[in-house]
């Protein structure tokens, strides 16, 4: 039986564990709780210098790139400051803010940015073909190269489903490429099973800059 990449499993047992996965993660992130929501805001003064006021993000070009906020799920925003703060998830820049946190604040933090409405980047002008590349890739991978589609896990239009699985569409470009290229060289290893691992070591430098301008093209909804 021929083994693909994720963690030597065989194909048919990875997509298995892919339907499990995904069938539990849309048990989605509880309503979001007013008095949490303001907890949340009192403890983001800090985070506004890189996440910007309304949760948007930003990208410095040559230097390190911030994620959008606003609108992904609570709880897994919640998820990846316990990673930061375990060390399962490296990032030196808010490995000092998570490492201060309790679970709880964590989650307000979480519940503060889910409440926000998505803001869209503006259009990403990169080559046609390289924004071909990466649509090919998002939604039909390259079973051939072991190279899932993006949207077999971060579901319809890459809007994210659930805790597990985050919004990909309208995120920057720059910050999807740092994390796919934290997850090919091990620095990031917070996902499922290592799914996103498996699929990132079968990715070279065109197939990250290509995901990573397409993804960031898509339209981002009103909430996650």
Not at 59 to 65: L, R, T
Not at 90 to 107: G, K, R, V, Y
Not at 137 to 146: F, I, V
Not at 188 to 212: C, E, F, T, Y
Request: with cysteine; hydrophobic share 40%.
């Amino acid at each position: 039986m021929k083994l693909n990449k994720f963690n030597q499993l065989p194909l048919s047992r990875g997509f298995v564990f892919l339907a499990f996965s995904i069938l539990l993660s849309t048990a989605h992130s509880a309503g979001l709780d007013q008095e949490a929501i303001e907890r949340g805001k009192k403890l983001t003064g800090a985070c506004i210098a890189c996440h910007q006021v309304n949760g948007s993000g930003m990208s410095i070009p040559g230097a390190e790139s911030w994620p959008r906020l606003a609108g992904l799920d609570r709880d897994y925003i919640a998820a990846q400051l316990k990673a930061i703060k375990e060390g399962t998830r490296a990032s030196p820049t808010m490995a000092p803010f998570a490492s201060i946190l309790s679970e709880e604040q964590m989650l307000d933090v979480g519940s503060y940015y889910a409440s926000l409405p998505a803001v869209q980047l503006p259009i990403n002008k990169a080559d046609k073909a390289l924004l071909e590349h990466g649509e090919k890739l998002a939604n039909q991978g390259d079973m051939a190269r072991g190279i899932l589609p993006c949207a077999s896990c971060h579901g319809p239009g890459n809007q994210g489903i659930g805790p597990m699985y985050p919004a990909l569409a309208g995120q920057h470009p720059a910050y999807i490429t740092q994390q796919l290229k934290a997850w090919k060289n091990g620095a990031r290893k917070n996902d499922p099973a290592n799914l996103m691992g498996a699929v990132a070591a079968n990715l070279d430098d065109k197939d990250i800059q290509a995901v990573s301008a397409w993804m960031a093209n898509l339209p981002v909804k009103a909430s996650q």
